[in-house]
């Protein structure tokens, strides 16, 4: 079973960027789909970004298109979410998710592995 650990939230000024990093171990970071979520206070866990085991099909929810773009490197056991012109709205504990799945190229939304969070203020 793969363990995921994300890293890369911090507190950032409204219009800046950041890069969050979901780190795979105990299992080749290969063998899963991944994607992202988030979580703003009082609200319930939102769909963020996913991609397929191969990094070549990606899936946005529509709010997050053409600011966030997820991205992968099984080599490194690495699944980046790149968030541009972050806004306070964004403010969200973000969680990354695997899940085992025999397709290269199959998109999961979701997981049966989650990582711990990784915190993200944007200050206006």
């Known amino acids: 079973q793969v363990q995921l650990v994300e890293s890369g939230g911090r507190l950032v000024q409204v219009g800046n960027?950041?890069?969050?990093?979901c780190a795979a171990s105990g299992r080749a970071?290969?063998?899963y789909a991944?994607?992202?979520?988030?979580?703003?206070?009082?609200?319930?866990?939102?769909?963020?970004?996913a991609i397929s085991r191969n990094g070549v099909e990606t899936l946005y929810?529509?709010?997050?298109?053409?600011?966030?773009?997820?991205s992968r490197?099984?080599?490194?056991h690495t699944v980046w979410l790149l968030a541009n012109s972050l806004e306070p709205a964004d403010t969200a504990i973000y969680y990354c998710a695997a899940k085992l799945e025999p397709t290269?190229?199959?998109?999961?939304?979701?997981?049966?592995?989650?990582?711990q969070g990784t915190q993200v203020i944007v200050s206006s």
């Not at 929810?61 to 997820?70: E, L, N, P, V, Y």
């Open 29 to 31: 970071l290969s063998d």
């Open 73 to 76: 490197d099984n080599n490194n």
């Open 34 to 49: 991944v994607s992202w979520f988030r979580q703003a206070p009082g609200e319930e866990r939102k769909f963020v970004a």
């Open 104 to 115: 290269e190229q199959a998109i999961f939304v979701g997981g049966d592995v989650w990582g």
């Open 17 to 21: 960027s950041l890069r969050l990093s």
């Open 61 to 70: 929810a529509d709010s997050m298109k053409g600011r966030f773009t997820i």
